[in-house]
């Protein structure tokens, strides 16, 4: 069955600085799909990026890349230029199995900009 | 685009009242999903619809859960009869086609006295 690892569950970075979160998953299937939310305080869930297995580019999305590395099987975050309103937590995620919508999520990392 | 709609936004009820959130997606998603985050367990899917019609309630924890989705732009979860485990954030999300991009709402955070 599909798993996902977050194995952080808190980092620190400074205002500016670039952070990387980690992802781990285990999946057997060829075709699958990772994916990023962030949480911030305020409780909802947002969607950052989005990797497709086959992509052969690293997915971006403004400051948030992911570093997909797929002989690893890790799919880690990248945030560049980190800013304040970047603390939150952040959650890996993916389907379950190739032929459903149904996600499983990892536990998260808290990341924590300060000043 | 208002976004997911969740009400209420707070609920808080005793150990054996019935529960009802609601959920008024995004205009034009075909997909609803109802997850449930807790500290214990973290965010788990509950159930997803396509086009009104569930897919997978394979998360659905026990026979005292339930979900519906009458038309395109409602859908409910109940809980009957409600357990202090019960007490979570849970959240509704809509999408166009699968979980790529789907949107959250704001979640209806439960507690079960």
């Known amino acids: 069955a599909q798993k996902i690892t977050q194995t952080q569950p808190g980092m620190f970075v400074q205002e500016k600085e670039a952070v990387t979160l980690d992802c781990t998953y285990d999946t057997s299937d060829q075709s699958y799909g990772l994916f990023w939310y962030k949480q911030p305080s305020s409780g909802e869930m947002i969607f950052l990026i989005y990797?497709?297995?086959?992509?052969?580019q690293n997915a971006t999305e403004g400051r948030y890349s992911l570093n997909f590395q797929k002989a690893r099987k890790s799919a880690n975050l990248v945030i560049s230029a980190s800013q304040l309103g970047d603390s939150a937590m952040y959650f890996c995620?993916?389907?379950?199995?190739?032929?459903?919508?149904?996600?499983?999520f990892g536990t998260g990392t808290r990341l924590q900009v300060f000043p | 685009d208002a976004g997911v709609i969740q009400s209420p936004r707070h609920e808080v009820t005793e150990m054996g009242q019935e529960v009802t959130l609601r959920c008024k997606p995004i205009s034009g998603h075909d997909y609803l999903f109802w997850y449930r985050q807790t500290m214990m367990r973290g965010l788990e899917l509950l159930i997803y619809f396509n086009n009104n019609v569930p897919i997978d309630d394979s998360g659905m924890p026990e026979d005292r859960f339930s979900a519906k989705m009458p038309n395109a732009s409602f859908s409910t979860l109940k809980i009957q009869p409600s357990e202090p485990r019960d007490s979570a954030v849970y959240f509704c999300a809509s999408s166009l086609q699968g979980p790529e991009t789907q949107y959250f709402g704001p979640g209806t955070r439960l507690l079960v006295l």
């Open positions: 995620a993916m389907r379950e199995t190739y032929n459903t919508d149904k996600l499983i």
């Open positions: 990797q497709g297995s086959y992509d052969e």
